[in-house]
């Protein structure tokens, strides 16, 4: 796969960049054309993975550019020390979306993380001094900055790092006897925060009773409930947000990932009420909600919210879904296919790192996270003829492997 190109990229990358991200995989993108992605040497890969969830419109999409194209060309920046349209207009759409309520712009998923621990915090202690704990489950992923990470309920994120924040209470997934009786004995629970699809911890979806209950629970305790929707929202589940498949309305949503379809940007929205225990200079940012940021979010939101784009989402959904298990029906490796819309685990019977390669060397981008569990998650634009071309690798690929067992 190795290209004298590429060769430069890498040995340029080790030079000058902090290597965190481990070994990155031997490819760079320098252009994206609707849900297929270009490499350094003009290879062509169908795009599974959008960034993580992020490029939520695919590469090119005319109605997102020209709207960059335009606050490019009138105002990227002021800062949030004036007026914003374009965040006052992507607010609104956030809450014609949603619920009811007032939007906090950030950067990032982890940042809209922190700003839903620092508004719980505030409202809890508003009604008790020790009222800051802060609930989450077994497998979670919230960020990687202080209050993301200790709200991350896996030791890996912890380690080497010292001191977490207190007031965190870590409870096993879809266990509401467990929740039941935390929150009977323990007075000081201000908030819990849920996943309710668990995308890094390897899709893994929340009991419909589970999470009526947990609403049920915490409404009547007095307890905020916050959805993470950094991974589930805007589109992602074949709903606008995932907490829609439950019938249950969160006191906060935190979002980042595909809101900005690109550009980074994250956000809480929460009931008007919350709104002010956050007042003037209690919480902020310098780049949070910028013009450019919200202007992308607007367009994305648009396009999202349009009756036939969702429809797109479910039926490509409803495709991948009948083809993986007709395929786990002819090879062995696939232990079992979960998710929702177009956020879909495919869980393997052993490590599905090596697959990951092996898509590219064919032209595929493919995700593994939690060990064993290959996801799909591609730009929620996409058609069934791409669907169709990538799920043709994919197939090939676990057929061959399928063969070797
Ligand atoms: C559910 C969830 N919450 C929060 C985050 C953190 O988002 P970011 O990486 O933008 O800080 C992620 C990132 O993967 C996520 O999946």
Excluded: W
Excluded at 15 to 30: E, I, M, S, T
Excluded at 98 to 106: H, N, V
Excluded at 309 to 322: G, M, P, T, W
């Amino acid at each position: 796969m190795s290209s004298r190109i590429l060769e430069t990229i890498m040995a340029d990358d080790k030079n000058h960049l902090f290597q965190n991200y481990g070994a990155r995989k031997p490819v760079c993108f320098v252009k994206g054309e609707g849900c297929h992605l270009i490499d350094q040497d003009g290879k062509r890969y169908v795009d599974f993975f959008s960034g993580i969830a992020v490029t939520s419109l695919g590469y090119g999409n005319r109605a997102f550019r020209n709207a960059l194209h335009r606050q490019i060309d009138s105002i990227i920046h002021s800062s949030n020390h004036f007026y914003n349209r374009e965040q006052n207009e992507a607010g609104r759409l956030l809450a014609e979306a949603s619920f009811p309520g007032k939007t906090l712009f950030s950067n990032s998923g982890t940042e809209a993380s922190e700003a839903a621990i620092k508004l719980a915090r505030r409202y809890g202690m508003s009604l008790g001094k020790k009222r800051y704990e802060i609930i989450t489950f077994s497998n979670s992923f919230h960020g990687r900055t202080f209050g993301g990470m200790t709200a991350t309920a896996q030791k890996k994120i912890h380690e080497g790092f010292g001191p977490l924040v207190p007031g965190f209470i870590y409870l096993p997934y879809n266990n509401i006897e467990r929740f039941a009786r935390e929150t009977k004995k323990n007075r000081n629970i201000c908030a819990v925060m849920i996943e309710l699809i668990q995308g890094e911890g390897g899709i893994v979806i929340a009991d419909k009773h589970f999470v009526r209950d947990l609403f049920r629970i915490c409404a009547k305790n007095g307890i905020l409930t916050i959805v993470d929707e950094v991974q589930t929202g805007i589109g992602r589940t074949g709903a606008m947000f995932g907490y829609q498949h439950y019938g249950v309305t969160p006191d906060i949503i935190t979002l980042a990932k595909g809101l900005g379809g690109g550009v980074p940007i994250g956000a809480i929205h929460a009931k008007s009420f919350l709104a002010d225990f956050l007042p003037g200079g209690a919480h902020g940012s310098t780049f949070g909600g910028n013009h450019l940021a919200c202007a992308a979010a607007a367009a994305v939101l648009k396009q999202v919210r349009g009756k036939k784009f969702l429809e797109n989402v479910n039926a490509v959904s409803r495709y991948f879904f009948d083809a993986l298990n007709a395929l786990a029906g002819k090879v062995g490796l696939i232990r079992e296919v979960r998710g929702m819309g177009l956020h879909i685990g495919i869980e393997l019977t052993r490590p599905g790192a090596d697959m990951v390669y092996r898509a590219l060397e064919n032209g595929l981008v493919i995700n593994c996270t939690a060990e064993k569990v290959i996801r799909i998650m591609p730009p929620l634009t996409i058609s069934m003829k791409t669907a169709r071309e990538g799920m043709k690798i994919f197939e090939r690929l676990l057929m061959q492997e399928g063969g070797r067992q």
